[in-house]
């Protein structure tokens, strides 16, 4: 059971450039949420999806878009990077009936020069 | 929209002294979440409060939500080496499809 996972760990780019992270659970949570991480402002919700297909916007949206073709997938994509999108970007995932709490990946550092 | 405060940002103890953090929520919450997270980690679940007034223990942990519920507050007591970190509260607003809004967090250093 290795819960939830994010690939790449590590990434550099360059303005204007484009990339994709990947995150998957296999706790077959329904809830999956793309956090951002920046110093001194903890953690802001960028998107987030209550169940395959289904897709909602956070407090962070502009810069970013998601899919959840699969339950088990949330991909975060970055169209067009800018320097003010260098973060350590969470995963996370969560599932129905009360509890709510979430489990987050290991995270993925991004740097854009 | 929602905020959620923490106080104080930092705080840094030597081992034995006890701790706490402080959370305050703009609006009530339906429950409220802790989570830690150890530098370099990502966060992990602590503890939920759902009840007003509730208050919770976990070892030298205790937990408490507000008669209010719009603030909560994390009480270590004899700090240990181990449970440097940071400390994050969450607040959950019902029909929100379990959206957490995070304080800001806590930094907690402990030495010896």
């Known amino acids: 059971n290795a819960g939830v996972t994010q690939t790449p760990k590590f990434r550099v780019l360059k303005t204007g450039q484009s990339m994709t992270l990947l995150c998957a659970q296999d706790?077959?949570?329904?809830?999956m949420y793309w956090y951002r991480q920046d110093p001194g402002m903890g953690l802001r919700l960028i998107h987030y999806?209550?169940?395959?297909?289904?897709?909602a916007k956070g407090e962070v949206p502009d810069g970013y878009n998601v899919s959840r073709l699969k339950k088990q997938n949330f991909l975060l994509g970055l169209e067009s990077a800018a320097p003010s999108q260098t973060s350590v970007y969470f995963c996370?995932?969560?599932?129905?009936?009360?509890?709510?709490?979430?489990?987050f990946g290991p995270g993925t550092r991004l740097t854009v020069t | 929209g929602q905020q959620v405060m923490q106080i104080p940002q930092y705080q840094h103890v030597q081992e034995g002294e006890d701790f706490t953090t402080y959370c305050n929520s703009s609006?009530?919450?339906?429950?409220i979440q802790w989570y830690k997270q150890r530098p370099g980690g990502h966060p992990v679940f602590l503890i939920q409060?759902?009840?007003?007034?509730e208050v919770k223990k976990q070892k030298r942990l205790t937990f408490q939500f507000g008669e209010a519920k719009k603030n909560s507050s994390l009480h270590i007591t004899a700090t240990q080496t181990t449970d440097v970190g940071t400390y994050f509260c969450?607040?959950?607003?019902?029909?929100?499809?379990?959206?957490?809004?995070f304080g800001t967090g806590t930094r907690l250093q402990v030495t010896l």
């Open positions: 609006t009530t919450l339906s429950n």
């Open positions: 969450a607040g959950l607003n019902t029909g929100t499809a379990s959206k957490l809004t």
């Open positions: 999806s209550v169940g395959e297909g289904t897709t």
């Open positions: 996370a995932s969560s599932s129905t009936g009360g509890r709510y709490e979430q489990y």
């Open positions: 706790m077959n949570h329904e809830y």
């Open positions: 409060l759902v009840k007003s007034g």
